[in-house]
């Protein structure tokens, strides 16, 4: 196993060309002297130049080997621009990075400072601009900047020490994404709670939180996964704004049951009502929507309400 987690879980990877060129743009024949001025005008003594560039002190030495290409490297580091102004911290997130030395995922000033380093040792690595983001900038850090990075070379793993890590990472994840989720859900049924009672509305709830009100249940059967329903319906928000309204615009909407086609709050819903059949589906966030905004129209995590209209439900004939 050789998770790809690492490859998206922090500031330091980009997918800017300038991480991944074997030979530096032209841009990068830089002189550093003014790196080298701002170490001495601060008194930050005792620094080192690697011949590629790099300015680095080192705090405290580590007792371990320096690093190989192809071994992967757990360290702390904080980033921060020549003003002092902080980008970026694994200290803060409370979780230590990873990656693999040698393969181009991290700036080329971390392909280069870092095995100037022992396992175990705690420095400050000077990164000029041209082995940083050099002209492209990113993010908060502008183009042309040089960078500062506190590093706490924490340990080099094995391959098997790193399987093991990732799978523990992502095992996390998976538990904070399952907490945030249920702290998601109680937010978002306290929500519909008090918009009923406000509203003074009967509603029946499902399992799943879906709450609704069928006005018309329709004539005939209910429809089924594989079959296709045409519908008018109305969506808005908790606080009334319309984000789209097919009855207005006079467009039936139509689309195959069971095949994700549309939200799963639809998916269990139209289940209740036959041809002919109405009804207001109020939606918790997690039936909706989820954490994806809908351009400017539906916010993430919102509550969605749709009155609806079976038009029509008829089978598709399988090819």
Wanted: proline residues 5%; hydrophobic residues 35%; positive net charge.
């Amino acid at each position: 196993m050789r998770s790809s987690f690492f490859l998206y879980c922090t500031f330091i990877l980009s997918s800017l060309p300038v991480l991944l060129l074997g030979n530096l743009p032209v841009f990068a024949q830089v002189i550093t002297g003014d790196l080298e001025t701002h170490l001495k005008k601060n008194g930050i003594q005792d620094y080192k130049k690697s011949k590629d560039g790099i300015f680095y002190t080192v705090e405290k030495e580590g007792r371990g080997e320096q690093p190989r290409l192809g071994q992967y490297i757990k360290l702390h580091y904080t980033g921060k621009l020549l003003s002092g102004h902080k980008f970026d911290s694994s200290i803060e997130r409370n979780e230590p990075f990873v990656f693999q030395l040698g393969q181009r995922r991290v700036i080329l000033g971390w392909e280069y400072g870092i095995p100037l380093l022992k396992e175990g040792s705690k420095a400050t690595l000077y990164v000029p601009s041209h082995l940083a983001y050099g002209e492209y900038g990113a993010g908060a850090i502008p183009a042309n900047a040089h960078l500062v990075f506190n590093i706490d070379f924490l340990e080099i793993l094995s391959p098997e020490g790193y399987d093991a890590y990732m799978v523990e990472l992502e095992n996390k994840e998976k538990d904070a994404f399952e907490a945030k989720k249920k702290k998601q859900r109680i937010a978002d049924r306290e929500k519909i709670k008090n918009y009923v009672a406000q509203k003074k509305l009967r509603t029946k709830v499902r399992p799943s939180g879906l709450n609704y009100i069928i006005s018309d249940p329709g004539k005939g059967f209910k429809p089924k996964d594989g079959q296709e329903l045409t519908v008018l319906f109305k969506g808005s928000l908790l606080n009334g704004k319309v984000f789209e309204d097919s009855f207005k615009a006079k467009k039936p909407f139509s689309f195959i049951l069971g095949q994700n086609e549309v939200i799963k709050g639809w998916e269990e819903g139209m289940k209740l009502l036959g041809k002919g059949g109405k009804a207001t589906f109020i939606l918790p966030s997690e039936l909706g929507y989820g954490a994806m905004p809908i351009d400017d129209l539906v916010p993430a995590y919102s509550v969605l309400i749709f009155e609806v209209e079976m038009l029509d439900i008829k089978s598709v004939e399988k090819k």
